[in-house]
């Protein structure tokens, strides 16, 4: 599975999740980087990134 290509995708962004949701899906995300293989870890850095620069800040 191309992750690059996955996320470059064309498409309407959707609202999928609540601000709780989208906190722990980053906190996962790192976790997940932490002991991943490089492709895993890079994935997993660049969805972290995006979804965190779009939550509104508190």
């Known amino acids: 599975m191309d992750f690059d290509d996955l996320m470059a ?11 709780g949701e989208a906190s722990a899906l980053i906190a996962l995300l790192g976790q997940l980087a932490d002991g991943a293989d490089e492709n895993l870890r890079l994935a997993a850095g660049e969805i972290q990134a995006r979804i965190g620069m779009r939550l509104p800040a508190e």
């Open 9 to 19: 995708q064309p498409g309407d962004r959707l609202p999928l999740l609540t601000r």
